[in-house]
């Protein structure tokens, strides 16, 4: 692409070069800070993310959005916690956000999804890094004077409409790629689950005789397996500990997570652990150890849905955390098995008891849940048949982990576009 006739030092090392009729501006002259509330609450309410921006929101934990701040078309949206990780943007709706974010009324003629382009790129995120104040990353926050002394690339106001028209026209094709990605993970885990319920009912032998099973989901069963209730392959069950937070100890133990666990696959894919600092008598007493299954029994919503499975496999010195309730199977039965029997069920939503507490976090009531029935053949078979499932699992994943190194490729390719054309690295006008 063809880049500006002459460009000029900026005189900032973070900005470097810029075509040379581009001037700078400091944000306090472009945005002016907005304090109105909603006095009803009854407005649409908007979250702000890292990736989309300002976006209509699922729901509010508030039971009332009295004092929430008003958000107009074309405001600028900042959450301070997040600025520099891009967790800000110019809003496309009318509604309210968190009395926590600044929202920001635009001052002049610029074109504020040129700014919102702009404020995305790298470059601009790790000066609001340098402008956020706090200790820690955790704890940064870039509060409006702050902001306020952030410079600002300020072209012609045609040349910012013509970097928007060039910008949403790109990003979206690229936007479509990547929905097209995403769909084809979507088909590719609902392949592989429809392929686990059929064979962990069904068997591997095409020719077996069948029986009625009894159990809706299940349906017809090879005439040769067992039905029991799930209790019986339990050997042990108990639940995990917390203990201290992570102190770096020589004495510390590795504490799993659900979060640990690539949920499809079913099981640890990396040694990236949490510590925890936790007495001995209780390391003792709750002891992981590898083919022990771990249920999320404790969550909600889609990051922490309850009754989801994974299952152990590493051999090494750790605990799992509260949140979990671990599994050890008896002998006479594949732990594999057994853990595609719960995500067979899983997927089918086959009771599952939990109950609210007043926080509205979901708990499990894991005894009730075991009790589910379900038909096992011998030992031997439960072995093929989890290894036959764990090569198809292994070889679906690979195609789902080729789709995400391509939406990676994708991302980056559309940050590398915005970057240049927000920076005036290439000319689109």
Known sequence: MAQYPSYKDSGFDWIGQIPSHWGLLKSKFLWRESFNTSA????????????????????????????????????????IMLAWMGG?????????????????KRQGDNNPKYMHYLYKTPMYLAEFARHSTGVIPSRWRMYTDDFGQVLTLIPPRKEQDAMVEYLD???AKIDEAIAQQRQMIELLNERRQIIICRIITKGLDAKAKMKDSGIEWV???????????????????????????????????ICYRIADFDYQKGYLDDKKFTLRNVDPETRKKKQVQKGDLLVEKSGGGDLYPVGRVVSVNYEQDAICSNFIQALKIKDGFDSRFIFYVFKAMYSKKVNIPFFNQTTGIQNLQVKEYLKNEMFY???????????????????IQDGIEDCNRMITLLQERKQIIINDVVTGKVKVV
């Open 377 to 395: 053949p011998s030992y031997e078979e439960q072995c093929k048949i989890s290894g036959f499932l764990d090569s198809i699992s292994n070889s």
């Open 40 to 79: 009803t609450g009854t407005e649409d309410l908007l979250s702000v993310s890292q990736h989309d921006g300002v976006t209509p929101a699922n729901g509010s934990r508030s039971e009332s959005l009295v004092g929430y701040k008003v958000v107009e078309e074309n405001n600028l949206v900042i959450n």
């Open 169 to 171: 026209a790109a990003t």
């Open 88 to 104: 800000l943007g110019v809003s496309a709706y009318n509604g309210l956000v968190s009395p926590a974010y600044c929202v920001y």
């Open 219 to 253: 349906g017809d069963v090879p005439d040769s397996w067992e039905k029991r209730r799930i209790y019986y392959t339990i050997d042990r069950r108990f639940d995990g500990a917390w203990g201290d937070d992570e102190k770096g100890n020589s004495d510390d133990v």
